[in-house]
């Protein structure tokens, strides 16, 4: 199997790059350097299960997949299933009665990437996301992060279609909101503080 | 015609799978119409390119990387050579 098998040589080549992967996705340190450690000792205790078709790195990015969800999966355990759904204020706040818009979203017409090449979005933007409750993140997380279908993550999370598709309107809805008063609107009246 | 929050709802699902042909003919219609929900829309579209674009910068950002305490943590669990294993820093 050669030198890549070698689980002393794992950390030095594969640590940092798993440790970003977790961290995109968990949104922690301390629970991304944990499911990183879990990443490694399963991969140790598996080793022999390694059919040397896919890279190393392809190999422990597999592993760190299932130790993420799992990872999501405990988080949602500890949320009462009756709340799922009416835990937090009801972000449709933004619409009346009548479901016309209350709060009008704004205006974001310039090029996205006169945004997404500047520093103090990504800290905005990192805060919005820190904003939601973690519930929702997590469920964000997992289709525009870890990109996967709606299917997949219903089965994973154990969801219906219904109520996946609310919880990641919810969040969208919170995180546009969150930019349009953080970020677009102020960059309207000026730079920040 | 649907409203403004049943349209937002149908834009946020249309990122996540191909609307059945009812509910794409009725947000097309609903944003003919509406004034506001276009920006929604395009909102949502931004929401989407700025999530791919923070996953790829981060996951490419070497300044991002395990703490010491993690790696040496990793690094004794991880050392099969048993003599190391007491030794971890030789």
């Known amino acids: 199997m050669g030198q890549t098998m070698n689980p002393d040589t794992w950390l030095k080549e594969h640590g940092d790059y798993l440790f970003r992967y977790a961290l995109v996705r968990l949104r922690d340190r301390t629970n991304a350097e944990d499911v990183v450690q879990e990443t490694f000792l399963a991969a140790l205790k598996g080793k022999e299960q390694f059919r040397g078709q896919a890279s190393v790195k392809t190999w422990l990015v597999g592993i760190l997949k299932h130790k993420i969800i799992d990872h999501f999966r405990k988080n949602s355990r500890e949320v009462p299933v009756t709340n799922l759904l009416s835990a937090d204020e009801s972000p449709e706040d933004v619409f009346d009665a009548n479901g016309k818009w209350k709060e009008e979203p704004g205006v974001w017409r310039e090029d996205p990437a006169d945004h997404l090449e500047k520093k103090e979005f990504w800290k905005i933007f990192r805060e919005c996301l820190a904003g939601l409750p973690r519930r929702l993140a997590d469920l964000f997380s997992l289709r525009e992060f870890e990109g996967l279908k709606t299917e997949e993550i219903c089965n994973q999370m154990d969801l219906s279609t219904t109520n996946l598709n609310v919880q990641l309107y919810r969040a969208r809805l919170r995180l546009a909101r969150c930019l349009d008063v953080n970020w677009f609107e102020r960059k309207e009246k000026g730079p920040l503080k | ?90």
């Open chain 2, 1 to 90: 015609m649907i409203t403004c929050e049943e349209a937002s709802r149908l834009m946020s699902e249309s990122l996540d799978r191909k609307l059945p042909l009812g509910k794409r003919i009725a947000l097309r219609i609903h944003l003919l119409m509406c004034k506001l929900c276009p920006r929604f829309l395009q909102q949502m579209l931004f929401l989407k390119e700025a999530s791919d674009h923070y996953k790829e910068e981060i996951e490419e950002d070497s300044s991002y990387s395990l703490s010491t305490n993690a790696r040496e943590r990793i690094k004794s669990l991880l050392t099969t050579d048993p003599e190391k294993k007491d030794h971890p820093h030789d």
